[in-house]
């Protein structure tokens, strides 16, 4: 997906812009970049590959060529940026996190009025944040082209625009991604995941709402477009996306998790006195994990150790033997905790259902007597439309609907055919459940409500998106 973070200062704005940058580093694993402003138009910038490297390696020896007093920078997981555009405003950095379902039509309705050329990323296609660039300055003002690309793109998009010694930071027009704002003596700052605050001095101040534009100097922040009224945020930033110490909507994520895990404890009664001990899929699931252990009874323990220095989130690489090879390697059995046991497992989520089959097999030849699976979230059978949460080419990658494809005999699967399956705790959704487990090699596997799940987050409903369980949304991009 990607993350982003801006400051604008007194002084020197560099080791602030550095380390908020890189507390996003969990949202993204391909390309991370920086750009810096002399204030008068000109842009040190650098941009490099993480695809296998963390963040901070990459620009150590960047950092002391920096000088300036506001900077963005972003980590993403495509396209190449911050960019820097020369237009009738000025020049000017950006970065974007989102996603631009309508690009090619964008970019062809371009070429068509006379533009005659757009850059490309690296892996060959359209760099959306390019796009969205090109949006803005077909407007008068930054502000109204900002709100012109929103309303041009169909998908979703926040924005940070760097433009002398201001930045404008604006929320996707459905707030999918959380942008908040922050203050200290003599320096405000912006960011996606509030965890990048503390520790730099920050204090949350602010969280824009859905659409809002804010104009930020070293001194204040100005509202230049009030927040719209519809809220979609993103679901998966309390059930696996956001770090653990992060805020959005005034919902933490970890302490979502354990209610979370505690919920799908409570419907587990009838089956407790089968399992040994609770075990979380490092690291998405350990929190939902903790409170499913606590309010069990049932005793934590790790039957899987991370080993995090050197292998990256496995479900970055576009090729699928290569996310299986890394969540392999970075997992490491503990036989101890095996052996002999009956193990319940949480994880945030099955997507494609590969590398949990992989790892119940590695578990079975580390001698465990049963594998118990709890998803923390219901099955998915929808790619999301907003956000890079899945690189996957086909829905049928996804392990839901390749069960129900199978349960049906069919090799393309129709909205009608999908409706039938989405009502919990129904023959067709057991029948769906089954299906699963049986693939995986699971002893049991059950799913999180979700309407419990919701509860648990604790943001009123009709806030949250939660398009890719039960494909509905806003009005114009609702399938049931």
Not at 219 to 240: G, H, N, Q, T
Not at 372 to 392: G, Q, V, W
Request: glycine share 8%; net charge neutral; with cysteine.
């Amino acid at each position: 997906m990607g993350g982003f973070f801006g400051v604008v200062s007194a002084d020197d704005c560099v080791c602030d812009l550095f380390y908020g940058t890189d507390y996003h580093s969990h949202l993204g694993t391909r390309r991370g970049g920086l750009a810096v402003s002399d204030g008068a138009g000109r842009f040190h910038r650098r941009i490099h590959d993480i695809t296998n490297a963390q963040f901070r390696s990459k620009f150590d020896d960047d950092i002391p060529k920096f000088r300036g007093k506001a900077g963005i920078g972003v980590i993403s997981d495509g396209e190449d940026q911050p960019l820097v555009i020369s237009s009738s405003f000025g020049n000017f950095s950006i970065v974007t996190v989102g996603k631009i379902n309508n690009i090619k039509e964008i970019a062809d309705s371009a070429f068509n009025a006379g533009h005659s050329h757009l850059s490309e990323s690296s892996d060959g296609e359209l760099n959306p944040t390019e796009i969205i660039a090109m949006l803005i300055c077909r407007k008068d003002s930054i502000v109204d082209g900002i709100i012109y690309a929103q309303e041009t793109i169909e998908g979703s998009c926040s924005i940070l625009l760097l433009i002398g010694d201001r930045i404008y930071a604006a929320r996707d027009k459905y707030g999918r991604t959380p942008v908040i704002f922050g203050r200290k003596p003599g320096a405000c700052a912006v960011t996606m995941e509030s965890t990048a605050f503390p520790n730099l001095g920050y204090e949350t101040e602010y969280e824009l709402g859905p659409g809002e534009i804010l104009e930020i100097t070293e001194k204040e922040a100005v509202c230049r477009r009030e927040p719209l009224d519809e809220m979609k945020i993103c679901s998966f930033f309390w059930v696996y996306y956001g770090y653990p110490s992060s805020n959005y909507e005034g919902a933490n994520t970890e302490s979502a998790r354990y209610r979370n895990g505690a919920s799908m404890a409570a419907d587990d009664k009838d089956m407790l006195d089968q399992v040994d001990s609770i075990c979380g899929i490092p690291d998405s699931g350990i929190a939902h994990a903790i409170g499913y252990s606590n309010a069990s009874g049932k005793p934590y323990q790790r039957s899987f150790v991370k080993y995090t220095p050197t292998w990256p989130r496995s479900f970055m690489p576009q090729n699928q033997s290569l996310r299986d090879l890394v969540a392999r390697m970075k997992l490491i059995p503990v036989r101890e905790q095996i052996d002999g046991k009956r193990l319940l497992f949480c994880d945030d989520s099955i997507v494609r259902g590969t590398q949990m089959k992989d790892t119940v097999i590695r578990l079975q030849a580390n001698g465990v007597k049963a594998v118990h699976m709890r998803s923390a979230c219901p099955p998915l059978l929808f790619n999301c439309k907003f956000l890079n949460f899945s690189r996957s080419r086909s829905q049928l990658d996804l392990a839901a609907r390749r069960a129900i494809a199978k349960l049906e005999n069919v090799e393309e699967l129709t909205d009608e055919i999908i409706a039938e399956y989405l009502v919990y705790g129904s023959p067709k959704y057991n029948s769906m459940v089954e299906e699963m487990r049986k693939a995986m090699h699971l002893t049991s596997l059950r799913f999180q409500k979700l309407e419990k799940l919701l509860d648990a987050i604790g943001v009123p409903p009709e806030k949250l998106c939660t398009y890719c369980w039960n494909g509905k949304d806003v009005k114009k991009q609702t399938l049931f």
